[in-house]
């Protein structure tokens, strides 16, 4: 016959059990990533242009991530990704693009980031775009 003792010692056992995959589960983390490869943001054909510069960006945003529902904590920067840099490097277009993103899971926490490497260019006849429309 069992006595009180070995019940109570099988459910701390248990307990121990229980709480050391959760934490496992909250401290583990998780991982994805995709590539991709582009010719141009901009339909480019049969025009000349000089290469700049070679642009290499990361940008990093954070999401609260619970089961199906998520919540940004700060804008993803990928909506107007191309402008934005064209415009901070004074370029007409990019060529040769690269790209590739990546997603982290840290507990409830998620970081992503994306990574654009592309090659920029100007077109020898005509202004920058933005500093025309200023």
């Known amino acids: 016959m069992r ?3 070995d019940g ?4 701390k056992k248990f307990i121990v059990l229980i709480l ?5 589960l909250f401290v583990s983390n998780c991982a994805s990533s995709s590539v991709g490869l582009a010719t141009s943001n901009k339909p480019i054909p049969n025009t000349p242009y000089e290469t700049i510069k070679t642009v290499d960006k990361t940008f990093s945003w954070y999401a609260l991530d619970i089961v199906i529902f998520g919540i940004h904590m ?4 990928v909506a107007d990704l191309y402008e934005r840099i064209m415009e901070e490097e004074s370029g007409d277009a990019l ?3 690269r790209y590739w993103n990546e997603k982290a899971v840290f507990g409830p926490i998620t970081r992503y980031r994306f ?3 592309a ?6 006849n005509s202004q920058t775009q ?3 429309k200023r």
């Not at 050391?20 to 496992?24: K, M």
């Not at 090659?119 to 020898?124: E, N």
């Open 74 to 77: 700060t804008e993803p920067p």
């Open 95 to 97: 060529v040769n693009i």
């Open 8 to 11: 109570v010692f099988f459910v």
């Open 119 to 124: 090659d920029l260019v100007k077109f020898p």
């Open 3 to 5: 006595n009180r003792e």
């Open 130 to 132: 933005t500093k025309s």
């Open 20 to 24: 050391t995959f959760v934490t496992y």
């Open 115 to 117: 990574n654009l490497k």
